[in-house]
Antibody, heavy 116, light 112 residues
Framework: QVQLVQSGAEVKKPGASVRVSCKGSAYTFTSYDIHWVRQATGQGLEWMGWMNPYSGNTGFAQKFQGRVTMTRDTSINTAYMELSSLRSEDTAMYYC?????????WGQGTLVIVSS | DIVMTQTPLSSPVTLGQPASISCRSSQSLVHSDGNTYLSWLQQRPGQPPRLLIYKITNRFSGVPDRFSGSGAGTDFTLKISRVEAEDVGVYYCMQATQFPYTFGQGTKLEIK
């Protein structure tokens, strides 16, 4: 069955960058966009952006423009989300999800903690 | 950006009784292709969200028929006909008509 498996939890200092990976399996990786959503502890869901794994085209919420990069390695069916200039407000669970979005194809989440 | 506003933010419900959550968007969610990309998701503690309803009224695969969606334009409703213990969680409406996609604040459903 379709699975998205994300990388493990990260602890970063303010100002650093973090890269989260999302490996897809049991489907044609380049045929479906990948979306990224984050959720601060106890808070709601926030859509960050999307990437087309075939073309590499991306689109981001204005809030993250200039700080987020979404890339992929099609040889290993993996998408990446990198967030730079981290601040404490970026502490959250980060989810990848496959298109059509939304549906039930979500990664398990990656907790990113930003702390000095 | 389209703002999604849910009410109530908390809903204590007795088992077996109905529950209803409203969602209002700051502008029409009718896409140029004629579809309205309004979805409802459920999130249980410690889990990713789960899709319940898409395009206002369509139940996703495996979703019990006690869940139903209705509405049009800017006003939408999720109804649970008879709440069961497994329905406890946070419910979000979400629009995918226009980038950036946006979610409501979430409604916490709990059992009285």
């Amino acid at each position: 069955q379709v699975q998205l498996v994300q990388s493990g939890a990260e602890v970063k200092k303010p100002g650093a960058s973090v890269r989260v990976s999302c490996k897809g399996s049991a489907y044609t990786f380049t045929s479906y966009d990948i979306h990224w959503v984050r959720q601060a502890t106890g808070q709601g869901l926030e859509w960050m952006g999307w990437m087309n794994p075939y073309s590499g085209n991306t689109g981001f919420a204005q809030k993250f423009q200039g700080r987020v990069t979404m890339t992929r390695d099609t040889s290993i069916n993996t998408a990446y989300m990198e967030l730079s200039s981290l601040r404490s407000e970026d502490t959250a669970m980060y989810y990848c999800a496959r298109a059509p979005f939304p549906n039930d194809y979500w990664g398990q989440g990656t907790l990113v903690i930003v702390s000095s | 950006d389209i703002v999604m506003t849910q009410t109530p933010l908390s809903s204590p419900v007795t088992l077996g009784q109905p529950a209803s959550i409203s969602c209002r968007s700051s502008q029409s969610l009718v896409h140029s292709d004629g579809n309205t990309y309004l979805s409802w998701l459920q999130q249980r503690p410690g889990q990713p969200p789960r899709l319940l309803i898409y395009k206002i009224t369509n139940r996703f695969s495996g979703v019990p028929d006690r869940f139903s969606g209705s509405g049009a334009g800017t006003d939408f409703t999720l109804k649970i006909s008879r709440v069961e213990a497994e329905d406890v969680g946070v419910y979000y409406c979400m629009q995918a008509t226009q980038f950036p996609y946006t979610f409501g604040q979430g409604t916490k459903l709990e059992i009285k």
